[in-house]
């Protein structure tokens, strides 16, 4: 049967990439972003739904899952891609509004999704979520710590949905992404080469030293990843973390 995706944030950059490996499977995609004015019309054509939701909006996100329903009937794969930067801040400087916002988004957001999607894959006898969170869970870049937190909690609670959901079929797995070649990590690294005069070659060394590979990943290993631990062949893994990084680890 044609599986039945939806994929956060998947306007632009990795979720984007996610949602083009599953189309070439055959898949039914469904797509959403805070960012409305992303979708072209080529977009609205491709996908079975494009949606503007803030998944940190229980209203924006119970519409979008009534409307995949009348669409598709039900949901089979779930990537909670969704997960913004938050502050670069000393913990003291972090304002409490900005602190939650983050937490909202990267995390509540997940929950909300989850939440709309697992009724629906109990009552059909399995489905898959795979959570994003990041290789910073590896690294904890400093003065990133709602970041780092937010992450940490999404892993946090891919274990504890595995462990519930398994009898039900439903796999929860997370995938963590390492330094991406997309819009979103060219941007940090060309603002800081402006900052700091350094060249943009030199700022991208500075994230790459744990990285075995040495090198950027594609937007497309990310939908690779997805795609394997969404299909049959890994209908026995769940509960792990699969880093795509390129073998980041500290070397000192
Ligand atoms: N870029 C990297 O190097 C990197 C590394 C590790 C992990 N990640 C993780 O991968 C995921 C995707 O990152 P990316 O680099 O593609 O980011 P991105 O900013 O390029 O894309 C994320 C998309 O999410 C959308 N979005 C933001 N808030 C939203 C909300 N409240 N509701 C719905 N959509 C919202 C944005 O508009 C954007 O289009 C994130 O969870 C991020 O933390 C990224």
């Given at each position: 049967m044609t599986q039945r995706v939806l994929i956060t944030g998947a306007g632009d950059g990795i979720g984007l990439g996610i949602a083009g490996e599953f189309l070439k499977t055959g898949a039914t995609v469904f797509i959403?972003?805070?960012?409305?004015?992303?979708?072209?019309?080529?977009?609205?054509?491709?996908?079975?739904?494009?949606y503007r939701t803030d998944v940190g909006s229980t209203d924006d996100v119970a519409s979008m899952f009534e409307d995949i329903r009348s669409k598709a009937g039900g949901l089979d794969v779930l990537i909670?891609?969704?997960?913004?930067?938050?502050p670069h801040a000393g913990v003291e400087d972090i304002d409490l509004a900005d602190w939650e916002a983050t937490l909202r988004v990267n995390l509540t957001g997940a929950f909300l999704c989850i939440k709309e999607a697992v009724p629906h894959m109990k009552a059909q006898g399995g489905g898959a979520i795979i959570n994003i969170s990041s290789v910073g869970t590896l690294t904890v870049p400093p003065m990133r710590s709602v970041y780092n937190t937010s992450k940490w909690a999404i892993e946090g609670l891919t274990k504890s949905l595995a462990r519930e959901l398994g009898p039900f079929g439903i796999s929860c797995n997370a995938i963590l992404p390492g330094i991406m070649n997309n819009n979103r990590m060219r941007g940090i690294m060309e603002r800081r080469s402006k900052h700091e005069n350094r060249d943009v070659?030199?700022?991208?060394?500075?994230?790459l030293k744990y990285s075995a590979m040495g090198r950027l990943i594609e937007v497309e290993e990310i939908g690779h990843a997805a795609v394997f631990l969404a299909s049959d062949k890994a209908r026995g893994i769940t509960s792990q973390?699969?880093?795509v990084c390129g073998g980041t680890a500290y070397e000192d």
């Amino acid at each position: 049967m044609t599986q039945r995706v939806l994929i956060t944030g998947a306007g632009d950059g990795i979720g984007l990439g996610i949602a083009g490996e599953f189309l070439k499977t055959g898949a039914t995609v469904f797509i959403c972003d805070v960012r409305g004015e992303l979708f072209d019309e080529e977009m609205r054509r491709t996908f079975a739904g494009c949606y503007r939701t803030d998944v940190g909006s229980t209203d924006d996100v119970a519409s979008m899952f009534e409307d995949i329903r009348s669409k598709a009937g039900g949901l089979d794969v779930l990537i909670n891609n969704v997960g913004i930067a938050g502050p670069h801040a000393g913990v003291e400087d972090i304002d409490l509004a900005d602190w939650e916002a983050t937490l909202r988004v990267n995390l509540t957001g997940a929950f909300l999704c989850i939440k709309e999607a697992v009724p629906h894959m109990k009552a059909q006898g399995g489905g898959a979520i795979i959570n994003i969170s990041s290789v910073g869970t590896l690294t904890v870049p400093p003065m990133r710590s709602v970041y780092n937190t937010s992450k940490w909690a999404i892993e946090g609670l891919t274990k504890s949905l595995a462990r519930e959901l398994g009898p039900f079929g439903i796999s929860c797995n997370a995938i963590l992404p390492g330094i991406m070649n997309n819009n979103r990590m060219r941007g940090i690294m060309e603002r800081r080469s402006k900052h700091e005069n350094r060249d943009v070659d030199d700022i991208a060394g500075d994230y790459l030293k744990y990285s075995a590979m040495g090198r950027l990943i594609e937007v497309e290993e990310i939908g690779h990843a997805a795609v394997f631990l969404a299909s049959d062949k890994a209908r026995g893994i769940t509960s792990q973390f699969l880093s795509v990084c390129g073998g980041t680890a500290y070397e000192d």
